[in-house]
């Protein structure tokens, strides 16, 4: 049957008179409609015909279009709420302390830009039960009250940030702490002479006084982490690479590796860095060299690509960072945090250089050191927003100088050889000059000076037995030719200054290490890195550092003697 409306020009083909089928009846008003578009529109209206049953659909769509709209709505304001609540959460977890102004303030450069000094703090407190349980020595004490700062590291970031410096303090060294109240526990000092890392004692703004006033680097911020906060950031980001000379068993902080690499979580993470007696000379200078390896091995984590492409990822980082830190109030947001993040990650990881401050034995205290010659200039060049490495990434000459007069077959540091300089020339003061150039870069502070017993044509450098390599390490930090050392019948290190070598402090065509270069003196005996050198290995200690079941040995010989205990990592 044909649809009644499908006439020409929209007429209908049958009488006017003729009622539409289902068709109500005429308006009040008597009007009909006369056909065409006119008829079905009212026809529509009637809720008649074919026309009247396609209505409903469109409605059911309205419908359906308005829950989307709606459900789109509530996702939008879920969505924005969790958010909220993510920043407002990350915001709670951090603890906050106000600096006042106890770090002084950086200058800026030429073009408006600040560098950025942050004293990084690892406290030795147990001030919780979880702390007590990582670090021990609550068992008679129970949780105790204040802490030491037991690593401490001055973080620089240059004003264009284009580099990075990284210098450690060790916990050891002896120095003048200022007058102190700690703002939250009210405990005070009138200031004492005192090893550095009981300043913390006082409080986190304290210990940054100490700090500056030690150094003269302005502190614009600190990050304080306890041993739970350690475990909680190596975890989030899944595990830190290192790598050990050798077998290490430390039964102080209970490291225990096999030779070779290993990626550390946890409290595996914690004993390593803790480590002072499995690396280096057992002491805590060794330590600080372990520690430059873990954190360019976190630096490298944080700025590999999975690491903060992954929301997961970013979230337990972001999570464990803010519950594991204090820091000061100009750190106190989670915008403030990711804005250093970013100034971190704009450095590449070949221009962030790891040093430790040379330090010289303290004469009222073997357990001790102060502050040693070379210091000054790493300290000035750090305060000056100096560079240590080039502009393609490589090591300065001054680092590059280090690592060739300490890079010897002996395994005695250079801060524990001392030369006796002799003048057997006619110049005043060239004893003193030359043991000066030593001792900048990082040799022992007990290297002495005298006139020698008579005039020398030629230099000459004397060793006893068993101290050839040392002998070398010195002759290649003054550039002077193995043809000039020869074995002597006493003991240490004589070296006589001869007429042919009248001046400066390398010897004529020697290459010597010794120029009067600024970064030279800086890194001179700092133990210079970069973050970039993902091959460089912990030093397991060759000495006697470690005790077990009463016998005095070697972290090596201590793995060994262990094989029933489980590797760290294991």
């Not at 809720?47 to 789109?72: D, E, H, Q």
């Not at 050990?244 to 004993?271: F, I, M, P, Q, R």
């Not at 954190?295 to 337990?316: C, E, H, N, Q």
């Not at 019948?489 to 007429?499: A, K, Y």
């Amino acid at each position: 049957m044909s649809d009644p409306w499908d006439g020409p020009a929209g007429q209908a083909t049958r009488s006017r008179s003729a009622r539409v089928p289902g068709q109500r009846a005429p308006e009040s008003d008597g009007a009909r409609p006369t056909g065409g578009r006119a008829a079905a529109r009212a026809a529509a209206r009637a809720g008649g015909g074919r026309r009247a049953r396609r209505a409903r659909p469109v409605r059911r769509g309205r419908r359906i279009l308005k829950a989307i709209g709606i459900c789109m709505s509530v996702l939008v304001v879920v969505t924005a709420g969790a958010g909220w609540w993510f920043y407002q959460h990350l915001n709670g977890n951090i603890h906050s302390v106000s600096l006042d102004g106890k770090g002084g303030a950086e200058k800026a450069d030429a073009f408006g830009r600040t560098p950025i000094n942050i004293l990084v703090m690892g406290s030795d407190g147990r001030t919780s039960k979880a702390d007590c349980k990582l670090g021990g020595g609550c068992s008679k004490t129970g949780v105790q009250t204040g802490s030491n700062a037991d690593v401490q590291m001055v973080v620089h970031i240059s004003a264009d940030r284009s580099n990075a410096t990284v210098m450690s303090i060790p916990r050891d060294t002896m120095t003048r702490v200022p007058a102190c109240k700690d703002s939250e526990s009210g405990q005070s000092t009138n200031g004492y002479y005192g090893q550095i890392n009981s300043a913390l004692q006082y409080g986190p703004a304290c210990q940054v006084a100490t700090v500056h006033q030690l150094t003269g680097i302005p502190i614009d911020h600190f990050v304080k982490l306890d041993f739970s906060g350690v475990v909680k950031m190596s975890d989030a980001v899944g595990g830190v690479s290192v790598c050990v000379s050798n077998d290490v068993y430390d039964t102080y902080s209970h490291l225990k590796l096999s030779k070779g690499g290993h990626t550390l979580k946890g409290v595996a993470a914690l004993e390593f860095v803790r480590s002072r007696h499995g690396f280096g000379d057992g002491s805590d200078l060794g330590r600080t060299i372990s520690q430059h390896i873990f954190l360019s091995a976190m630096i490298r984590k944080f700025k590999s690509a999975g690491t903060l492409t992954d929301p997961t990822a970013v979230y337990d980082l972001a999570d464990a960072a803010t519950k594991a830190l204090t820091v000061d109030d100009g750190l106190g947001t989670v915008k403030k945090l990711v804005g250093l993040a970013s100034d971190v990650n704009k450095v590449p990881t070949k221009r962030i250089t790891f040093t430790t401050m040379q330090t010289g034995a303290d004469p009222n205290d073997t357990n001790r050191v102060v502050v040693g010659p070379g210091a000054k200039t790493l300290f000035s060049t750090i305060a000056d927003d100096q560079s240590l490495t080039t502009g393609s990434g490589k090591k300065s000459a001054a680092a590059s100088a280090t690592a060739k007069a300490t890079a010897t077959a002996s395994a005695v540091p250079a801060s524990q050889i001392a030369v006796t300089v002799e003048n057997g020339t006619a110049v005043t003061g060239r004893a003193s000059d030359i043991a000066a150039a030593l001792t900048d870069q990082g040799f022992s502070s007990a290297t002495t000076t005298a006139n020698a017993p008579s005039p020398a044509a030629s230099t000459t450098l004397t060793y006893g037995t068993g101290q050839k390599a040392e002998a070398k390490t010195a002759a290649k930090a003054l550039g002077l030719p193995g043809s000039h050392l020869k074995q002597g019948t006493g003991p240490g290190l004589t070296l006589v200054i001869g007429s042919d070598w009248p001046s400066g402090n390398g010897y004529p065509g020697g290459g010597s290490s010794a120029s009067p270069a600024d970064t030279k003196t800086a890194v001179g005996g700092a133990h210079a890195s970069t973050a970039d050198q993902a091959k460089t290995c912990a030093k397991v200690s060759p000495y006697k550092t470690v005790e077990l079941n009463g016998v005095s040995m070697t972290p090596t010989q201590a793995y060994a003697a262990a094989r029933g205990k489980p590797d760290s990592d294991s």
